[in-house]
């Protein structure tokens, strides 16, 4: 058991000795010097041992030094006088003593042992740290440079709806969630929401990084989960003509996505003519990194490499290398947005589209919709439509929908009525649908296409134009 000194007087006396008390573990001992009775706790606990007197005496003082071995001692008083003759007094006994002062007057000690909490700062910080769109840190647990933070996710925000497994979090790490003002566990599966508050730790400098990026509704796409963009190109599978057309999509996509990097990973080449075109391509782009695979390791293997060491956000394949359903299943597991290539590419993209299909899925990816939308400066146009009337109400999700538009500042178009939605999507051009992933779309399907019904896997099914399917949690 320690033995600590407190010493207290002035208007925050009362305030923190209540504090000590709440705090009280009974590992600790105290020994308290006071001069007024209001600072006395109701409630007296046996390892609390109190004294009445003017710590300024140097012989009164020295009488509860000489006392007991302290190891700590904690002073709040009401001048600055007093606090320097009370460490003086201190000093005098126990020069080694570790000393933690609330100094209001701007006090300066040459002192390694004594600890000074500037009260000012500290009133300031918590009285700003009120306001909106201000980071809250922990100002005195660890190094005590913030890293710990309190963030709150607002509406809109790219971290929104997202489930927290699917967060990169590199050097740092949430640990903590309130909402609806109760802790709830944290585990990979949560869905973080509108309005919950998140507690981080980790590097400051890393932390404000992450409380930009979350206060921010637009332009944060591939983020949250990861930074830069990759492009898995298997040369065996592609002819000249489509390897060009992937070329001239990627410096697009480039160009909007522009503030992220951009890793091109080839696999199986074919011809040094067919590399010299993709390097040659992109050889006055300082921000594009091409690597080679010489050795046919495998797609999976290649990506799950990869996304570790290169921070990967977002992956671009052909729709030629989504063929193998039976092993690009294992796409699922890299939990990361895929954004599939469709047959014509026209090195621009016009328009975003959305089909809504279930409620869950559609409200988890609403804010990624957005975000690159606006990167890529296209309207969004959302499909609702049920030929068979079957489908759940999805009224909150329009609203839903709606709301986000007005937060991005982005056009949206919602189309309602009972037509054939597939039939719908086949007449655009300059398009890219955003769903959500899903297990099913990886399954065997029939050859009889009017046996499905279910718009997301027949959606998937269509190589027309480019998707960018957007990793979700399953119910």
Known sequence: MKKILVILDGIVAKKLMQRIVESNTRDNSYDVVYMNDDVLP???ASNFTFYKFDPTSESKLGMVLDKDIHSQAL??????EEMLNVIKNIKARKKNLQVSILDYWGIKLDDPYVNIYKGI??????????????PVMAQNIGLKQGEIMEIKIPFGS??????????????????GLYRNEQLINIKPSLILKPNDVILVIGKPTVLMQVYNAIGKSQGQFPMPFGHNIYLYLDLFLQNKQRIID???ELKYLNRRLKKQKLIIRITRPTTVGIIDLIKNSFEEDKNIEIKMDYHNLGMIKLLKNDIKVYDIGVVILTNEMLKNRKHTKDILSLRVPIFKLG??????IKKTVVLINDVN???????VVFDVSSQLKTK???FDMDPLGENEDKTNLLDHFENLAKIFNQKIEIISNEKNPIRELKKQTNTLQILPLKENMFKPRFSWKFLYTNPDLISFDINKYSQLLIPIIEE
């Open 42 to 44: 109701e409630q007296k």
């Open 75 to 80: 002073v709040a008083l009401n001048s600055k």
């Open 121 to 134: 700062e500290v009133l300031a910080n918590g009285m700003v740290e009120r306001l909106p769109n201000i």
């Open 158 to 175: 790219s971290y929104a709806y997202r489930y927290i497994g699917s967060i990169e979090q590199n050097e740092w790490k949430i640990f």
């Open 246 to 248: 992937v070329i001239n």
């Open 343 to 348: 047959d014509t590419l026209e090195g621009s």
């Open 361 to 367: 899925s559609y409200e988890q990816i609403s804010p």
């Open 380 to 382: 969004t146009r959302i």
